[in-house]
């Protein structure tokens, strides 16, 4: 009657164990998932245990109610690691916020003119345009033809050759102006700070 009784409470301890490990990104193979003959099995503390099965690895791992994780297994034999998979979870998941909350993200922001711009506007679009720039975003600067002005694109080159000399303290043209259908495009980015 022992005997089943210690039977029954390591099973449900391992059947408990598999459910409290939720291994969503299936990056690593975790306790029970791990099938192969041989293991490299390195510590807790980051020392050799050795080359060993499976099931002696789980058994120690458990002993020490740890997880058995598997971190190279393209390796001969296959490396696992006794750790805290839960905690090493949390870790890396805490990392990956960090970077990209240091990450910068470029947005591409638009100004948009009309062909026949009067001297006005076409500063209020620069200083837009500059605005952007400073805030360390790429511009998208659109000249749109409509009706008639479609057959005079010099009017446009003219404008974008403007726009380009007024904003070349702050910006560089990445691509130079080209026709995408009714409009005139030049791509600007901000200048590198060195």
Not at 106 to 127: A, G, L, P, Q
Not at 163 to 176: Q, Y
Request: aromatic share 10%; glycine share 4%; charged share 30%.
């Amino acid at each position: 009657m022992r005997v089943w009784i210690f039977f029954c409470t390591r099973f449900l301890f391992y059947f408990w164990r598999c459910f409290v490990i939720s291994n969503n990104n299936k990056e690593h193979q975790v306790n029970e998932e791990i099938r192969d003959k041989e293991l490299r099995v390195i510590g807790a503390d980051g020392s050799q245990l050795g080359i060993m099965s499976a099931k002696e690895a789980l058994e120690i791992a458990y002993e020490k109610d740890l997880d058995l994780v598997k971190i190279a297994p393209q390796a001969t034999p296959p490396v696992c690691r006794i750790m805290d998979y839960g905690k090493f979870c949390f870790e890396q998941s805490k990392r990956e916020k960090e970077a990209k909350k240091n990450q910068k993200v470029m947005d591409v922001k638009e100004v948009r003119m009309s062909s026949t711009i009067d001297t006005n506007d076409f500063n209020t679009k620069v200083n837009q345009a500059l605005k952007f720039l400073s805030g360390g975003n790429k511009v998208k600067v659109s000249v749109r033809f409509r009706k008639r002005t479609v057959a005079h694109p010099q009017f446009g080159e003219e404008l974008l050759a403007n726009f380009k000399e007024a904003i070349s303290e702050v910006g560089v043209v990445d691509k130079p102006s080209k026709m995408e259908g009714r409009s005139l495009v030049m791509f600007v980015s901000p200048k590198s700070s060195k």
